[in-house]
């Protein structure tokens, strides 16, 4: 899910059809989304959690899991 802006996740999440519409709010809150959920997404945090630079943030979550 690109989560550009908060309100993005929420429309999208009623727009794929995972819930009804004007209950995405209610379906993020669930955790449904979170891994262990039924549809996990976005669950190193999605850009809202600074992952916004183009991919390299896991490369560099990895290069400091090795090094770690």
């Known amino acids: 899910i690109y989560d550009s802006f908060t309100i993005a996740v929420v429309t999208q999440v ?3 059809g995972w ?3 004007g209950e995405g ?3 993020l ?3 449904s989304t979170r891994l262990g959920g039924i549809i996990p997404t ?3 945090g999605g ?3 600074g ?3 183009e991919g390299y943030t896991g490369v560099a979550e ?3 899991k090795v090094f770690a």
Request: proline share 4%; hydrophobic share 30%.
């Open 14 to 16: 009623e727009g794929y």
């Open 19 to 21: 819930c009804d519409e």
């Open 25 to 27: 709010g209610p379906f």
């Open 29 to 31: 809150e669930s955790g």
């Open 42 to 44: 976005n669950t190193a």
């Open 47 to 49: 850009a809202l959690s």
């Open 51 to 53: 992952w916004y630079c």
């Open 62 to 64: 990895a290069i400091g």
